[in-house]
């Protein structure tokens, strides 16, 4: 996967109508720029484009050919699969098969196929599965499990002032060891559905805005996808160098607290947490251990997202010198 960066000149971009975009989508796709990566994305389903329209309408298109890093088709195989009884099969121009969802479910089938595709073949960065965001040059990296409430967490401070890199791809650049945004929509489960709703709605009286329908039934729960911030949109091009890691810990039954852990211990669950380290090797040693030597480390454990933002704040506060942005 080769970076976009030489088609970052705004002469190279369209602005689309919802209708053009429906268009473009329902053809032979649109070229859309998620942070370094340029997809071309075709969308046979009208519910499908129309979820995707209101998650990714604000994203920079390519009008003109572009070098594509990825290619994905949602469609019906045939008649029966997309007028009877409508399923959502992934095209992304490889033999692999990934198993059909119900086209109402399509947006799922879509995210997913994206993930793999990155989660595959993205090899010139360093990849977490981490919730990331940044904020008056603190870079924080928050590698944790699924079901961490990582990307709830990322969500919450995106709609609090901070950039949303990603809510489960943390990029690290080897070369110049910045954080490399890839702002996709947020992957909501189960019970941070409602709480992210009504953390937006706390801002925007039009909050439903930003979220796609929830798909109840999926192999992991109900599932929503959430618009990130219009700032962290614009902002996918500006870099950040990481010197906070934090472990997140949900517990419904606790008390908030940071709890102090050792370089040791933060840089091996680092490592745990990143897809392709073993793939790269000894860049991505050196990489973790010069990320962990500069950053201030804890874990910290919260019963809600309130508690959990001023956990981070605090932290970040008192561990960190303001930096020139």
């Not at 009208?46 to 298109?61: A, H, L, S, T, V």
């Not at 399509?106 to 965001?133: D, P, R």
């Not at 809510?167 to 996709?184: I, K, S």
Request: net charge negative; glycine share 6%.
């Amino acid at each position: 996967m080769a970076a976009q960066s030489i088609f970052h000149d705004p002469e190279n971009l369209i602005s689309l109508n919802d209708q053009a975009l429906d268009n473009r989508l329902a053809g032979e796709g649109a070229q859309l720029e998620i942070g370094p990566f340029t997809v071309n994305i075709s969308l046979k389903f009208k519910n499908i484009r129309e979820e995707f329209i209101k998650i990714y309408g604000d994203y920079p298109y390519y009008d003109a050919p572009v070098i594509r890093d990825n290619y994905i088709k949602i469609f019906g195989r045939n008649f029966f699969r997309t007028y009877i009884r409508p399923q959502a099969f992934v095209d992304v121009g490889m033999n692999d098969e990934f198993i059909p969802l119900p086209a109402r479910m399509g947006m799922v089938s879509l995210e997913m196929g994206l993930n793999w595709q990155v989660a595959s073949a993205c090899k010139q960065y360093l990849m977490f599965h981490a919730g990331v965001v940044a904020k008056d040059g603190v870079g924080l990296i928050m590698p944790a499990a699924s079901g961490s409430g990582k990307s709830t967490l990322a969500a919450g401070l995106s709609y609090r002032g901070w950039q949303l890199h990603s809510d489960e791809f943390g990029l690290l650049d080897l070369e110049t060891e910045e954080l490399v945004p890839y702002p996709r929509a947020v992957s909501l489960k189960n019970q941070s559905i409602p709480v992210m709703k009504d953390w937006v709605a706390a801002e925007h009286d039009n909050y439903l805005d930003y979220f796609t329908e929830e798909y109840e039934g999926t192999p992991k729960g109900t599932i929503c996808y959430m618009r990130p911030p219009a700032a962290s949109i614009e902002k996918m091009h500006v870099r950040t160098r990481p010197n906070v890691v934090i472990l997140p810990i949900f517990d419904p039954t606790s008390k908030p607290q940071i709890r102090p852990i050792t370089k040791t211990m933060a840089f091996f669950r680092t490592v745990m947490s990143s897809a392709n380290y073993g793939d790269i090797g000894s860049d991505a040693f050196r990489a973790i251990s010069n990320l962990i030597y500069n950053s201030a480390v804890c874990e910290i454990i919260y019963p809600s997202l309130e508690e959990a933002v001023k956990l981070v704040e605090k932290f970040v506060s008192e561990n960190t010198e303001p930096r020139d942005v």
